[in-house]
């Protein structure tokens, strides 16, 4: 799977890093920056989902490949 994320939707709440630090980031605005480029390790898949699940502002959205 991938995930994307849309910048102009992001308000910087930063839901995603928290609930997935390996895949999402913050700018320094506290804006989403997205940590891997392409496929998500299999690791990470279940929290890179809940991230987006917890996004107030559905910024985010899984990709299935």
Do not use: I, K, W
């Amino acid at each position: 799977m991938r995930v994307t994320a849309d910048r102009s939707m992001c308000v910087g709440h930063a839901q995603c890093s928290v609930v997935c630090p390996t895949v999402f980031g913050n700018d320094e605005r506290g804006y989403v920056v997205l940590l891997v480029e392409g496929q998500v390790p299999a690791e990470d898949e279940h929290d890179a989902r809940e991230a987006v699940e917890s996004c107030p502002e559905q910024a985010l959205a899984v990709v299935a490949d």
